[in-house]
């Protein structure tokens, strides 16, 4: 763990003193989780929620119901309005979410199994990241976690358009 994410993100957090916050679906907690294992993480990390319904994102995070039912749950729409509903709620320097399909079920000819979006919400801007992974369940919301936990890394270190 050395030089892990979250290591990096704690380090360009403290130094920057920004705060951060997750919404999360699909990894049920993890990235939030990882963030959490490092002492001291409560300098910069104020606090996660974990929506996984469609009534949770939308009385949660204010996901709009014409989102979730236009969209879907698994969609850039949706992890841009969790994330922003999460920076809102807490208000925070930058919210990453994460919604996918972990599996082994509900992936649809559109969206398979493994398909998630990331979105990471900053008062610069929004923006969302799209994977199709091709693990397990456990593997895909490790590699998702790891995916959003890269988001937060790249928008630290200067490296989102």
């Not at 994102?57 to 039912?69: D, I, M, Q, Y």
């Not at 990453?96 to 972990?102: K, R």
Request: net charge negative; aromatic share 8%; with cysteine.
């Amino acid at each position: 763990m050395a030089d892990s994410l979250e290591i990096r993100i704690a380090s360009k957090l403290t130094e920057r003193r920004f705060t951060l916050v997750t919404a999360e679906s699909c990894t049920g907690g993890l990235v939030a989780s990882r963030i959490t294992d490092l002492p001291g993480s409560s300098n910069y990390f104020l606090g996660g929620v974990v929506a996984y319904s469609y009534e949770a994102k939308a009385e949660l995070l204010g996901v709009s119901w014409e989102t979730l039912n236009g969209h879907g749950a698994v969609s850039r729409e949706t992890v841009i309005e969790m994330a922003r509903g999460a920076r809102k709620l807490y208000r925070a320097d930058i919210a990453v979410s994460v919604s996918g399909i972990a599996g082994p079920g509900g992936g649809t000819p559109d969206k398979p199994v493994g398909t998630v979006w990331v979105g990471l919400s900053t008062s610069s801007g929004e923006e969302a990241r799209h994977f199709i992974w091709d693990g397990d369940r456990v593997g895909n919301k490790s590699l998702s976690a790891d995916a959003a936990l890269q988001f937060i890394l790249d928008y630290l270190e200067g490296r989102l358009a």
